[in-house]
């Protein structure tokens, strides 16, 4: 398989994932970069199992988690004060409302718990099918499929708690 | 009027995934990335060429060996499956607390050392620390595996592949029993059935059965060539029950 067409047509997508657990573009790009080396190495293991999106999903995972771990900020979601949202939609043009229902989903997000914020980040944002979210965080469908639904209701409950306080600021945009 | 609640999160999902990543960063990421790669390759020529040397010159000995003592090397070498009981009493007891400390002093040094280009990262991999950790896989695991399948277990993590899941859990896991299965058409390639038992700090014990996939090299026989999982053979679910351990306790205690 040739690495440059893989990187091409997969890293925007391993990128994104990683972005939404480290929060920081340099780290995250590092973390892609080492996704795909570490893909590289263990290419002849890769054994159809998983599709190869799937794969470096999990492979990303793996990488992003140790890293987190070793720096001791296993904190899913976590924006600091400082973060910055950066999704093509909150460009200057951006509405008002918009940029504010996002903050507000972010914030929603990060206060539920690590495996709730995995399993929407997966299923609702990555749109993975419950077969390859079971795959990428080593679930059963059965526990993906219960964990969704509990992870839905509370999202939703903290959404509609998040809404209308003084400190709805929106982010800083880079 | 009011937006559906789960339509306005579809689409506030679908913008998230929208993540922004310029082109420069992306083509930097591929030019360090695709460096990293020509390095590794010429790291690989090299030895090859030694290698032959090696092999040319240890053919004669080896043979003059096996002439003079055939019963003496076959009483020292592994069966297959003294090899693969081998590798399950190192995969399936546990945590080693080793390789935790040596890949969390890996990864410190990571963390506390910036790299600014490829140069600066490749000087890291000399460092004590990264050669310490790898040198301990091909301590605990190399003379079980071919050297290609060594280098892809370790980057694909099928190797201590629960450890974490043991230490974040505070649960141990004990090797119980293997019934080693060969394949009758294929003598090169077994499924062992593997019985664990996971403990946690309170003295609850609960039992799971894993099967697995392991194919002995023809080319370096005694050697496994491949170690797979087996669909549905029951390791995606002793991870879940070492994280769920509460869970299941008294279910087969």
């Not at chain 1, 994104?16 to 570490?38: G, M, N, W």
């Not at chain 1, 999903?57 to 992003?64: D, E, M, Q, S």
């Not at chain 1, 990060?110 to 997966?122: C, R």
Request: net charge neutral; hydrophobic share 35%.
């Amino acid at each position: 398989m040739d690495m440059e067409h893989l990187y091409k047509a997969h890293s925007d997508r391993v990128y994104s994932y990683i972005y939404f657990l480290v929060r920081h573009r340099e780290c995250a790009e590092d973390l892609t970069q080492e996704t795909f080396y570490k893909a590289y190495k263990g290419l002849d293991s890769f054994n159809n199992q998983a599709t190869i999106t799937t794969w470096l999903l999990k492979i990303a995972r793996n990488v992003t988690y140790d890293h987190l771990r070793r720096k001791g900020v296993v904190k899913f979601f976590t924006f600091e004060k400082e973060h910055d949202i950066e999704t093509k939609v909150l460009s200057p043009e951006s509405s008002y409302e918009k940029k504010e229902q996002l903050t507000k989903m972010y914030n929603s997000l990060y206060k539920l718990k690590k495996d709730y914020q995995e399993v929407i980040l997966l299923r609702k944002i990555q749109e993975c099918s419950i077969q390859e979210t079971a795959y990428i965080l080593g679930w059963t469908e059965a526990k993906v499929k219960m964990k969704m639904i509990r992870a839905m209701e509370a999202l939703k409950k903290e959404f509609h708690q998040e809404g209308g306080h003084a400190n709805g600021s929106i982010k800083k945009i880079r | 009027m009011q937006m559906d609640p789960s339509k306005k999160f579809d689409k506030l999902f679908k913008e998230m995934k929208d993540v922004d990543r310029s082109e420069n960063a992306k083509r930097n990421t591929w030019l360090a990335l695709k460096g990293r790669m020509e390095t590794k390759r010429r790291r690989n020529l090299i030895p090859a060429f030694i290698s032959l040397a090696i092999v040319a010159i240890a053919s004669f000995l080896i043979i003059t060996y096996i002439n003079s003592s055939e019963s003496e090397q076959a009483a020292q070498g592994l069966s297959n499956e003294e090899v693969i009981r081998a590798v399950l009493e190192r995969e399936y007891n546990g945590p080693d607390m080793e390789i935790s400390r040596l890949q969390d002093e890996w990864l410190d040094l990571q963390s506390e050392t910036e790299t600014k280009n490829q140069e600066e990262y490749d000087q890291l991999l000399e460092s004590k620390e990264h050669k310490d950790l790898m040198n301990y896989y091909p301590t605990t695991f190399g003379e079980y595996f071919t050297e290609n399948m060594l280098t892809n277990l370790i980057s694909t993590n099928m190797i201590f592949k629960y450890n974490h899941y043991l230490i974040d859990n505070k649960v141990e896991m004990h090797l119980e029993n293997v019934k080693v299965v060969q394949e009758k058409e294929h003598p090169n390639i077994y499924r062992p059935i593997i019985e664990v038992s996971l403990t946690n700090s309170q003295g609850h014990k609960i039992f799971h059965t894993v099967r697995e996939e392991f194919i002995f090299s023809t080319s370096e026989p005694g050697k496994i060539g491949s170690y797979n999982g087996v669909k549905n053979g029951g390791g995606i679910e002793l991870g879940v029950k070492i994280e769920n351990f509460n869970s299941y306790v008294g279910e087969n205690e």
